[in-house]
């Protein structure tokens, strides 16, 4: 695979996001949706997370190409004591995984959160049993805090959810 260049998300990138994420809500629990959303809603979503100023990156090996993964930060928590930690969320592109998109979108992630002036980070792994999603956050500096067991559903199985974190002060 050739180089990956991150840049943040552009509004032309949702048809891609739409499809790399439908794809996880399909055939992961990387994802507790059920119902892969449409490209107005991925949209949507997209302008919230733009709009409250958190960062929202793309990864892609040509540009013009459909990116083939993304990476954005989001409120954690709705009260204002918590307004410095943020949750994180990537994906990539089924063809594109374990070939370095997603440590090269985390690593970038993270230094977008610390220039935000954010704190902590934090990751909700879906499922204990993800061990590319948490082996990526531990080489990306993660460490686990907890683990909630029993409170998803998915594919008619209970679902563990893994919390990691990350300081962005150190």
């Known amino acids: 695979m050739k180089p990956i260049s991150i840049r943040p998300v552009e509004e032309r990138d949702a048809a891609a996001i739409c499809g790399i ?30 709009g409250d100023g958190y960062p929202y990156l793309v990864a892609e090996v040509e540009p013009g190409e459909p990116i083939v993964g993304y990476a954005y930060a989001s409120r954690w928590r709705a009260r204002s004591g918590y307004r410095f ?7 990539v ?3 594109c995984r374990r070939r370095g998109v997603g440590r090269a979108l985390v690593d970038a992630l993270v230094d977008a959160c610390r220039a935000r002036g954010l704190r902590q980070l934090v990751a909700g792994i879906g499922d204990l049993d993800n061990d590319a999603s948490i082996a990526l956050h531990r080489a990306c500096g993660f460490v686990d805090v907890g683990v909630f067991r029993g409170v998803g559903w998915k594919f008619g199985r209970p679902l563990d959810a893994l919390w990691m974190q990350r300081s962005l002060t150190g």
């Open 21 to 50: 994420y439908g794809e996880a809500v399909r055939t992961t629990v990387s994802t507790w949706e059920y119902e892969a959303p449409d490209e107005a809603e991925i949209l949507a979503r997209l302008r919230g997370i733009v």
């Open 85 to 91: 930690t943020a949750e994180s969320s990537v994906y």
């Open 93 to 95: 592109d089924a063809a």
